[in-house]
Structure formats: structure tokens, C-alpha cells
């Protein structure tokens, strides 16, 4: 089911893409209109609090990965993601963690292994032994930068 809503999600991104004008200088009326900061706020918690049960992830764990907001405010925005006005840094986080979780996705096609993978000991050198999960878990944006560029490098891409 996964694997089907991924490839109905990226047709519609790409027939969205592809009937919008191109965007003309001469004309900044033909602009590809921009994502608010509500949009991408809601779009992000929705998938932040499904990616957080893909993974059985604890509010403290899902907590520190959005940047340690306060527990109200925490719960405020999984009552109703749709009012959350987000800040940079937890937008910056979101953005991070999604691409961490679709790269898992790509890398382990089986989504329990996938979801697994945040949680086993890992040897390679951004973990030294220990759960990517933990490294992400310091709390620093560059931690989740480091899990996300040792994903792109696994994948072929740019690290």
C-alpha cells in the first residue's frame, strides 16, 4: 500500500509541475505559486507524526527530532497540524527527516526493514556502532544532516 500511495503522490507532483507555466522574468504574474509557511507546516507535521509511528517513536524521541518545542505546544500542533505556524529550524528538521525516511524507503524497498533501520546498531562511520536514531537524537541539526548525507551517499547521490 505504501509503495502505491508513493507512486500515486510523485505522478500528481509531476502533473502538478508540468501544468504550471514556466516561470517567465518578464512576467513574475507566471510564477509557480509558493508554498506558505501553513501549508508546509501542516503538510510536514501530518507526515512527521506518521513517519514517528512508522517507527515507534516515543513524544520525548519525537520531541528532541522537532527541536524540543514545549510539550504543549508539541501536542498542540498533533491536534491539529493544520494551525501549526512552524518555525525555520523545525521546518529545516522536517524537511531532513523526510528526506531520511524516503531514502530508507528507496534503500530497503520492504518497509519493516526500512522503519527498522533507525533502531539497529550500525557500524558505519557516522554511527560508531551505535542506532542512527541516537545520532539523530543529540539534538543538533547536523545530526540530522549527517544521517541524511550518509543516506544519499548509500543511494548514489551527493553526500
Known amino acids: 500500500m505504501r509503495k502505491w500511495t508513493n507512486l500515486v503522490s510523485k505522478f500528481v507532483l509531476r502533473l502538478t509541475i508540468m501544468s504550471q507555466p514556466a516561470f517567465d522574468p518578464q512576467n513574475p504574474d507566471l510564477a509557480p505559486p509558493q508554498a506558505s509557511v501553513a501549508q508546509m507546516s501542516a503538510a510536514g507535521l501530518r507526515a512527521f507524526f506518521n513517519i514517528a509511528r512508522d517507527w515507534e517513536l516515543t513524544i520525548d524521541e519525537q520531541l528532541v527530532l522537532l527541536g524540543s518545542p514545549g510539550r504543549s505546544t508539541f501536542f498542540k500542533w498533533k491536534a491539529s497540524p493544520g494551525s501549526a505556524r512552524l518555525p525555520r529550524d523545525t521546518l529545516e528538521r522536517l524537511s ?5 525516511y524516503k531514502a ?30 541516537d545520532r539523530m537524537l543529540a539534538g543538533n541539526v547536523g545530526d540530522l544532516v549527517a544521517v541524511r548525507q550518509y543516506l544519499d551517499a548509500m543511494r548514489g547521490g551527493w553526500a
Open 96 to 100: 531532513l527527516l523526510l528526506g531520511i
Open 104 to 133: 530508507l524507503q528507496i534503500l530497503l524497498p520492504q518497509p519493516a526493514a526500512a522503519d527498522a533501520w533507525v533502531k539497529r546498531p550500525n557500524d558505519a562511520a557516522p554511527f560508531g556502532g551505535k542506532r542512527a536514531l
